[in-house]
């Protein structure tokens, strides 16, 4: 990403993005493009004294972005000059307070856990050259950012992203090797500071340990007595009671066999009721049917002797009617011989039975009963 410059009669005008068009009639001149991503300066060699002095060789990278063109091209006259000048003289000031004979030789690193021993520490205290002056790496670069990043981006327009300390030199090489023993010999009394350290802590844990198991064994010796002493109290008291369940058990016993006893009793009186009153019932049942069918019978055969009655009596009606028509027969019969005899030829028919009547005095004939209706109509109308 670029963004273009330009100056209108010596005044310098930053392009953005676009189409624009430039008036040369206007005094406008356009000076070519600058670049606004981000950017690296290399600082090489740089001579510092710490505040210990020693003198040190450094090379560091920084790196940069414009974020205001307007600021970083139109109010700052050579932006990488500037900086790089504040870089320099913003690193010696800080190399200055540095003590790096204490600083230069980064602290021994133990292995104070399991996960540091899985992960390669030394159980023992080592010197590792390839981290000398770490601390003074982190020291300078956090200070560094602290006091250029506000100015930087406030006043030249220019966000400061890093500052990276690559090469820490000590130039007098006897000096070099002199803090190298100085802190190899650090690292040796530590070693036999940890190491009598150590020693210390595994008396302090085994004296611990054998105190604990005392303690452990004293309190198993008294859990064992009591445990003893519980458990005789727990059977003691187990055997009484288990006596006296066994009493309680046994008039229990003796309670329930009477209650069923009792309901024994009970369940046979009730059956010997239930079979008396089954029996009574049966008893009067029986007679009641059989006061029931001889009342039938003799509805039955009072009906039957009605009906008997009834067909006697009608039976006598009609021989009473047929033993009447007879008699009018007769009579009319008598009446026409008189006729005859007196030559007159007029005889009433009217009063003569029809052939259902001749029928009906066929059948009583047949039962044997003509003659007795005969002898009732001649006694009824034989009389002069």
Known sequence: ??????????????????????????????HGFRSIQQEIMKIRDLDVITLDNVDLKVDAVLTY??????????????????????????????????????KAVPPPKFATTEAD????????????????????????????????????????GVTIGD??????????????????????????????RQNAEAAQRTEILQAETEAKAAKFRAQAKQSSVLAEAE????????????????????????????????EAATIRAQGE?????????MEFDMQVARATAEADAAIKIAEAKKKSIEMEAEALSKLDENGLKVRMWEAQVEMAKVMYANQRTFVDTGSMPDMAALFNLQALN???????ASAQ????????
């Open 1 to 30: 990403m670029e963004v273009g410059v330009k100056h209108t009669n010596g005044e310098l005008e930053v392009l953005g993005a676009g189409t624009h068009c430039l008036r040369a009639d206007r005094g406008e001149t356009f």
């Open 65 to 102: 972005t414009i974020g205001d063109p307007e600021k970083a091209l139109r109010y700052v006259h050579n932006l990488e000059e500037v900086l790089l000048n504040r870089t320099e003289v913003t690193l010696s000031n800080i190399f200055s307070h540095v003590n790096y004979a204490e």
């Open 117 to 156: 021993r899985n992960a390669g520490l030394p159980t023992l205290p080592s010197y590792d050259e390839a981290n000398e002056g770490g601390a003074v790496r982190n020291q300078v670069h956090d200070e560094f950012m602290s006091a250029i990043q506000e100015t930087a981006r406030e006043v030249w």
């Open 163 to 192: 500052l990276s300390v690559d090469n820490i030199h000590v130039v007098n090489t006897s000096l070099a090797n002199d803090l190298k023993q100085r802190a190899i010999t650090s690292i040796q009394v530590d070693t036999q």
């Open 231 to 262: 458990a005789s109290a727990q059977t003691a008291v187990f055997a009484a009671k288990g006596t006296a369940e066994a009493q309680q058990v046994g008039n229990t016993s003796a309670i329930e066999r009477a209650r069923a006893e009792a």
């Open 273 to 281: 009721a239930d079979a008396a009153r089954i029996k009574f019932q």
């Open 366 to 372: 047949g039962m044997g009963m003509m003659g007795t």
């Open 377 to 384: 109509g001649k006694s009824i109308g034989g009389a002069p």
